[in-house]
C-alpha cells in the first residue's frame, strides 16, 4: 500500500513537469511583450533594459523556465507587477478561503444528492423518483452564474436581502461569516449535486440488481443492511471517480462565484490577475490551481484502493 | 401439514408498458419434507421465478398476483406471502435459504468472506460472539470441503475461482440449518468437472442434514443426478409432474419426450444434436390451446382449441397432455 | 437462465437517419431536439427574427419594461432586448460550432495518429492530452485568453483547445477497437497501405461515437462561453452574447430585472435542452443503460 502510494507520487513527476511547461509556453504568446505591457506609454530604453533584467528576459528561455521552476518550488511565485506583493502568500492566504467556499459547496451537494439519489434509485418510477430527476437535471443545467444572478433578483425584490458585501473571515465572526458563505456555497454545490444525484440514482440501480444484492437479501439481511452496507458501498466506487472529476468543475465554479458574491478567494485574485494584465499574478494562480487539481486526483485514486480490494497494488 | 411447502394457485405477472403481463400461470406445488425435488424447463418457463417468489424476492417489475404459499416452518406453519418485511427476513436464510447460477457474482466483491459468512449468521443469530462465529463458519468450509478454511476466510471473492465461490455459497446458505434450500441453477455456470463435485457435495449434505432441496435447472442430466420428484415447466405452468423414475421411464409429456432426447448422452455415438424446434413462447404470447402446441410433432386440431389439465395419468404421475387424458383446464 | 441463451443483438450502429426518428420517437429526445433546433433556428434566421438593428441605441427608452414594441424590454442603452437576444443565439451557436470543430478536428487527428501507430508518437499524444485534462476546464479557457488577449477568435481558440484532449481519448479508443477487429487484420493482409487503410476503414466506423461526442461538447462549450462573458473574458462589446448580458443586467437589477431574466432563461432552456437531448441520444444509442 505505502508502496503503491509512493509509486503514484513519483507518477505525478512528469505530469507536473508537463503542467509548468504548458504554461510556460503559453505565458510566451503573449502578444508583443510583458514589459511594454507594464511600462504602456512611459516606454525608455532604460526603464525597459531595468524590467527586462529584473523579470530575467535577457536569459534564454531554458534558463528563464529552470529559474522560475526553481523558484516556485520554493514557494516564490514572484511579486505582483501592480503591487510589488509576493504572490505565493497572497494565493496561501486567498486559498483558505476557496477551500471554505468548495468545501460547504461539497458538503451542500453530498448532503443533497446522495440521499436524495438513492432514495430515488429504490423508489424507482415513483412520483419521488420523477421530481429528484428534474431536480437533478436542473442541477446540471442551470449555469451557476445564472442561478447566482437570479437568486439575487429573488432576494432583492422578494425579501429585500442584500448578501454582506464586506467579507469577514471564519474566526472573525462565525455568524457573519456563515451568511456570507451559504448562499455561494449551496449555488457552487448545485451543479455538483445534479450530476452525483444522477449517478448516485444510476449507480445503485446498477448495482441493486447484481446478484450478491440478491444473495445478501437471501442471507435475511434488514433492508438498511441490504442499501447501505452492501449496495451503496459499491455504488460509492464510481461516484467517487465522477466527484473526483467534478472538482475541476467546482474549482471553475469558485472564479465565477468569488467574482459575483464579491468573495475574496483565489479564483477572484486569477480574473484580477487576468483582468489587469498581472502575468506573475495569473501564472501562479493557475499553476496552484493545476497543481491542486492534480493533487486532488491523486487522493481521490487512493482512496479507490481503500474501497475497493479488487485494484491491485501492483 | 402434510409437506414442508405448499405452493397453490400461484400467479406472477411483470409489466411491459402500462399492462400486465403473466409469468407463472397458476401452479401448484408440493414439497415433501426431506426431499430432493426438481423443476425442470427452458429458460422463460417461470422455474427461477418461482423459487424467488417462495423467498418474496421478485425483482422489479414482477409480482405476485394471485395465490398463496404455505411453508411448516420451525414455529409452525406460515403464509409465506402474507408475512410482514420483518418476519419473512427471518424466514430467509434461516428457515429457507437460495443459492444462485452465479457463484462468481454473488458475493460482494467487497467484503472478505469471513465478513459475508459473520453476516449470515449475525441476521439471525445477533448475541453470537465472534469467536462462535468463526468457528461456526470453519466448520462450514470443512463441510463444503474447502481447502485451507482459514485462509478462504481472508479472502476476497476475486481471489477465489467460480468452483470455490459455489461451495461458500453453499456453506453460507447451509450456516443456519435451513430447513428448505433453493438451488437456482447452482451449477450452469461452473466447468463441467467442478458441476459434477458440487452436484456430489449438495448430495452428500443432504445425506447429512433433514434439508430439501428444490433444484432448479434446465438440464435433465442435473435432476437425474440429485433429485427424486420432478416438476416440468413449459411457458408458466407444469406440464408434467413425477418421480425420477417414473419420469424417465415412463414419460408422457411430448415436451418432456423432446427435452430428453436433447440431453447428450457422453457415452454414446457422436450424433447430431436433438433440438425441439421452435421457442418457448413469451409470457404475454400464450395461445388459448395447449402452449406446446406449435413445436409438438404430435399437436392436434383440438391442442389448439383447447388447454388439456394437468391430471394425474398413473399414481403419482401428473400429466397436462390430451394424449393421455381427455380433461379440459377450467 | 441468463446464460442459457443469450439473444444475439445486432450491435452496429443504427444509422442517422433511424438515429434521429428514434430521438423524435422518444418524448424526452423529442423535447431536446425542439429546443436545440429553437436556437439554431434562431441563430440561423437572427436578421429575420430581430425586431431591432441589435446594436442601436435609443436613449429616449431605456430601461423600458417589456411592452409591444420591446418584448423583452430594453437595457441600459435603450438596445432591444429580444434582438440582443437572437443575435446572442447567433454568437453562442457560432462560437460553439467553431470551438468544437476546432476541438474535434484536433482530436480526430490526434486520435488517429495515436491510435493507429502507437509507439512514442501516442505517448507523446497522450502526455500533452494528460496535461490538458490537467487543468480544470474554464481556468485553461480563461488563461488562453489572458495572454493572447480578448477577443471572440480567441475565446473560440482557447475553448477549442480545452476540449480537444476529450475527442482525442473517443476516437483513439475507437481506431483501438476497430484496428483489432478481423476486417483490418484483412485490409493489411491483401497490402493496403497504413494510410488507406486509415481512412477506408476506421473513419467510418468511428462516426457514431464522434457525432454523440461532438453534440455533448458543444453544449459544454456554449456553457463556457456564456461563463467566459459573463466574467468579461468572453465574448466583448459591441456583440451581443447572453453571458455578457447577464453580467451587465447585475448592476441594475433592481431598476430593470427582465435584463437579468431573459438572458438567464434563455442559457438554461439552451443549456437544458441540450442536456435533456444528449441523454436521450445516450439512451439509444446504449438502451442497456435506461433505467
Request: net charge positive; charged share 20%; glycine share 8%.
Amino acid at each position: 500500500m505505502r508502496d503503491y502510494i509512493i509509486r503514484r507520487l513519483l507518477g505525478l513527476i512528469p505530469i507536473l513537469i508537463g503542467i509548468s511547461l504548458a504554461i510556460f509556453i503559453i505565458m510566451q504568446l503573449i502578444p508583443g511583450d510583458v514589459v511594454s505591457g507594464i511600462l504602456g506609454i512611459e516606454q525608455t530604453p532604460e526603464l525597459r533594459a531595468m524590467w527586462e533584467k529584473k523579470l530575467g528576459l535577457d536569459k534564454p528561455l531554458v534558463e528563464q523556465y529552470l529559474t522560475w521552476i526553481g523558484k516556485a518550488v520554493t514557494g516564490d511565485f514572484g511579486e505582483s507587477f501592480r503591487t510589488g506583493a509576493p504572490v505565493f502568500p497572497e494565493i496561501m492566504s486567498r486559498f483558505r478561503i476557496s477551500a471554505e467556499l468548495a468545501i460547504m459547496g461539497c458538503i451542500f451537494a453530498w448532503i443533497i444528492a446522495l440521499p436524495l439519489g438513492i432514495i430515488s434509485a429504490l423508489k424507482r418510477n415513483s412520483v419521488i423518483d420523477r421530481v429528484v430527476r428534474v431536480i437533478a437535471l436542473m442541477g446540471v443545467s442551470i449555469p451557476n452564474f445564472a442561478s447566482a444572478t437570479l437568486i439575487i433578483l429573488f432576494l432583492a425584490k422578494g425579501f429585500n436581502y442584500h448578501t454582506p458585501v464586506k467579507y469577514v473571515g471564519l474566526f472573525e465572526n462565525f455568524g457573519t461569516n456563515m451568511e456570507i458563505m451559504v448562499i455561494p456555497a449551496f449555488i457552487l454545490g448545485s451543479v455538483m449535486a445534479g450530476s452525483v444525484m444522477r449517478m448516485t440514482r444510476s449507480s445503485m440501480l446498477e448495482v441493486l440488481r447484481q446478484d450478491y444484492i440478491k444473495a445478501v437479501r437471501a442471507k435475511g439481511a434488514p433492508e438498511r443492511v441490504t442499501i447501505f452496507r452492501h449496495a451503496f458501498r459499491n455504488s460509492s466506487i464510481p461516484i467517487i471517480t465522477l466527484i473526483g472529476m467534478q472538482i475541476g468543475s467546482l474549482m471553475g465554479g469558485t472564479v465565477v462565484i468569488e467574482q459575483i458574491f464579491s468573495i475574496p478567494g483565489l479564483g477572484q485574485y486569477t480574473l484580477t490577475g487576468i483582468n489587469q494584465r498581472d502575468y506573475p499574478v495569473v501564472q501562479g494562480c493557475v499553476l496552484f490551481i493545476a497543481v491542486l487539481y492534480v493533487v486532488i486526483n491523486l487522493l481521490v485514486d487512493i482512496l479507490y484502493t481503500y474501497i475497493d480490494p479488487r485494484i491491485s497494488y501492483n | 401439514m402434510n409437506n414442508l411447502l405448499e405452493i397453490r394457485n400461484l400467479r406472477i405477472t411483470t409489466l411491459r408498458g402500462k399492462s400486465k403481463v403473466l409469468l407463472l400461470d397458476k401452479v401448484d406445488l408440493d414439497i415433501p419434507h426431506k426431499c430432493s425435488f426438481g423443476i425442470v424447463g427452458e429458460s422463460g418457463c417461470g422455474k427461477s421465478i418461482t423459487a424467488n417468489a417462495i423467498m418474496n424476492m421478485l425483482p422489479y417489475p414482477l409480482s405476485i398476483s394471485d395465490g398463496d404459499i404455505r411453508y411448516d416452518s420451525r414455529n409452525g406453519e406460515v403464509e409465506l406471502l402474507k408475512l410482514d418485511k420483518k418476519a419473512i427476513r427471518a424466514i430467509r436464510g434461516q428457515e429457507i435459504s437460495m443459492i444462485f447460477q452465479e457463484p462468481m457474482t454473488s458475493l460482494d466483491p467487497i467484503f472478505t468472506v469471513e465478513m459475508q459468512m459473520y453476516e449470515a449468521l449475525a441476521f439471525h443469530h445477533p448475541a453470537m460472539t465472534r469467536q462462535e462465529m468463526r468457528d461456526r463458519a470453519l466448520e462450514m468450509l470443512h463441510r463444503v470441503n474447502i481447502p485451507r478454511p482459514e485462509q478462504t476466510l481472508a479472502s476476497y471473492p476475486h481471489q477465489l475461482s467460480g468452483g470455490q465461490l459455489q461451495r461458500i455459497m453453499i456453506a453460507i446458505a447451509l450456516i443456519n440449518d435451513p430447513r428448505l434450500l433453493l438451488a437456482d441453477e447452482p451449477t450452469t455456470a461452473l466447468d463441467v468437472t467442478i458441476q459434477a463435485q458440487i452436484l456430489r457435495l449438495m448430495n452428500d449434505l443432504k445425506e447429512q442434514n433433514d434439508t430439501s432441496i428444490v433444484m432448479i435447472t434446465h438440464d435433465l442430466g442435473v435432476i437425474a443426478e440429485t433429485c427424486e420428484e420432478v416438476a416440468v415447466f413449459y411457458a408458466g405452468q407444469i406440464v408434467e409432474q413425477a418421480n425420477v423414475m417414473e419420469l424417465f421411464h415412463h414419460t408422457a409429456h411430448p415436451y418432456t419426450l423432446g427435452l430428453l432426447q436433447a440431453v447428450t448422452s457422453l457415452g454414446g455415438e457422436s450424433r447430431m444434436l436433438y433440438t425441439i424446434p421452435g421457442i418457448v413462447p413469451p409470457g404475454g404470447q400464450w395461445s388459448q390451446g395447449c402452449r406446446f402446441a406449435d413445436r409438438c410433432a404430435r399437436c392436434t386440431e383440438r391442442c389448439r382449441e383447447a388447454m388439456p389439465a394437468l391430471t394425474e395419468i398413473s399414481p403419482g404421475h401428473k400429466c397436462r397432455c390430451f394424449l393421455n387424458s381427455e380433461e379440459v383446464e377450467a | 437462465m441468463k446464460r442459457e441463451k443469450k439473444p444475439v443483438i445486432n450491435r452496429a450502429l443504427p444509422g442517422n437517419e433511424s438515429l434521429l426518428r428514434q430521438l423524435w420517437n422518444d418524448p424526452m429526445g423529442r423535447a431536446g431536439m425542439i429546443g436545440v433546433g429553437l436556437v439554431i433556428l434562431l441563430a440561423v434566421f437572427a436578421p429575420w427574427i430581430a425586431r431591432f438593428e441589435v446594436g442601436k441605441m435609443n436613449s429616449k427608452a431605456r430601461f423600458a419594461a417589456p411592452n409591444a414594441t420591446f418584448w423583452f424590454g430594453t437595457d441600459n442603452f435603450g438596445r432591444d432586448i429580444f434582438s440582443r437576444i437572437v443575435y446572442g443565439a447567433r454568437v453562442s451557436i457560432i462560437v460553439g460550432v467553431v470551438a468544437v470543430s476546432i476541438a474535434a478536428g484536433f482530436g480526430y487527428l490526434f486520435g488517429l495518429i495515436a491510435g493507429f501507430f502507437e509507439g512514442k508518437a501516442e505517448s507523446v499524444i497522450m502526455m500533452v492530452m494528460d496535461i490538458i485534462f490537467a487543468f480544470p476546464h474554464i481556468l485553461l479557457a480563461l488563461f488562453i485568453v489572458a495572454v493572447l488577449g480578448k477577443s471572440i477568435v480567441n475565446t473560440m481558440i482557447a475553448i477549442g483547445i480545452v476540449n480537444i484532449p476529450v475527442f482525442t481519448r473517443t476516437v483513439r479508443a475507437s481506431v483501438k477497437t476497430v484496428k483489432s477487429t478481423d476486417y483490418i487484420a484483412n485490409a493489411r493482409s491483401i497490402g493496403l497501405k497504413k494510410m488507406a487503410i486509415l481512412f477506408r476503414h476506421v473513419t467510418p466506423n468511428i462516426l457514431a461515437p464522434f457525432t454523440v461526442q461532438a453534440t455533448l461538447a458543444l453544449s459544454g462549450a456554449i456553457l463556457t462561453e456564456a461563463s467566459m462573458s459573463f466574467l468579461g473574458l468572453g465574448i466583448q462589446p459591441p456583440d451581443p452574447s447572453w453571458g455578457s448580458m447577464l453580467s451587465d443586467a447585475r448592476k441594475y437589477m433592481e431598476q430593470a430585472p427582465w435584463m437579468a431574466i431573459f438572458p438567464a432563461v434563455f442559457i438554461i432552456v439552451t443549456i437544458l435542452s441540450f442536456n435533456i437531448l444528449g441523454d436521450a441520444l445516450r439512451d439509444v444509442l446504449d438502451p442497456k443503460l435506461k433505467l
